[in-house]
């Protein structure tokens, strides 16, 4: 890289069903002043997080910004993790979490501001068995939603939502964990047991409240029972859960296993049936600008 400014913009040309056309153009306008050039990757769904390595560690850009969901932010967080470059987002999937738990904001004008913008959050990168999480994963009922919606062609939150009654009348519910941490070993049962980066899931349910995507910390969350469901649904933002609802256990790093397999997801992408998960909070971190 030169003395011009390079912002690789990585677009997922079909995530959340969205063109992204009109981004693109505001952005060359945005970008047309500022003396800072566009390097444009159109992810393929092969071979992106190679590519994007590659063009990366080439190019070495001041900027990437994700345009996409979930997937695709993870991606660029796993892509650069060697790096610090900051990471911009453009919320452009079909559940957005990651820019819900960001407040990431509504407008395309004010997302580029932010994308572009001077505000950090360093985030923790979650490593489970082998693959990088970034707000959300977990085992049991979630898990068996999701893989209900990826196989149904609803698509959105009511999509997902939809699977909630026939993913309860199919699940083999509750289900066991024994979690081993810090030299301790706790079995539990309960319908789901969520690694929680985050506060909130894409619903916008604040199943977390003391979470922080900073901190350094993961919790450990076993929901007991079907409370958890209709917290789904709803939009409560509950800062009190009593013990009975949700147990909370903060870890850094900590072995799950399941004496039967159990659904299995990562930040809202269906990973299939699990009886061993191992997790630990990477060294590296994702630098994310956000809002003030
Ligand atoms: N050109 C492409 N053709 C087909 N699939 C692609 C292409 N580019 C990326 N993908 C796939 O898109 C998925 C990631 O989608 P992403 O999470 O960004 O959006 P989404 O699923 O619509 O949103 P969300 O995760 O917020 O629900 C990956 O599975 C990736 O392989």
New binding site residues.
């Given amino acids: 890289m030169g003395d011009i400014k390079e912002i690789l913009l990585i677009v ?6 969205i063109d992204k056309q009109n981004m693109v153009d505001e952005l060359k306008v945005i970008l047309q002043d500022s003396g800072a050039e566009l390097f444009i990757y ?5 071979k ?1 997080l190679q590519n994007i390595r590659k063009i990366v560690e080439e190019r070495e850009p001041w900027r990437i910004i994700a345009a ?8 660029v967080a796993e892509a650069t993790k060697k790096y610090d470059i900051p990471i911009g987002i453009i ?8 820019a819900l738990n960001l407040n990431i904001p509504e407008t395309l004008e004010e997302q580029i501001e932010v994308a572009l913008g001077n505000n950090f959050l360093d985030i923790d990168l979650i490593f489970l068995n082998d693959e990088i999480g970034l707000h959300m994963s977990d085992l049991g009922i979630n898990a068996e939603l999701i893989r209900n919606y990826e196989e149904s062609s609803f ?1 959105g939150k009511f999509g997902y939502l939809l699977q909630t009654i026939p993913t309860l009348i199919q699940s083999k519910y509750p289900y066991t964990f024994t979690i081993e941490t810090e030299g301790k070993k706790i079995t539990e049962e309960g319908i789901l047991l969520a690694f929680a980066n985050a506060k909130k899931y ?1 619903t916008g349910a604040n199943v977390n409240p003391s979470g922080a995507l900073d901190d350094g910390i993961m919790e450990i969350l076993i929901f007991r029972d079907f409370d958890f469901v209709e917290m789904l649904k709803t939009l409560r933002n509950e800062t009190n859960l009593s013990q009975d609802f949700v147990k909370v256990i903060p870890v850094k790093n900590a072995v799950v296993s399941c004496p039967k397999p159990v659904a299995f997801q990562i ?3 269906y990973r299939g049936e699990a009886t061993k998960v191992s997790v630990n909070i990477l060294p590296e971190k994702a630098k994310i600008a956000v809002p003030e």
Avoid: L, Y
């Fill in positions: 997922n040309p079909i995530s959340g069903d159109h992810t393929k769904g092969e992106d996409g969901g979930d997937g695709t932010i993870k991606m919320p452009s999937g079909s559940a957005n979490a990651m698509r894409g930040d809202g992408e």
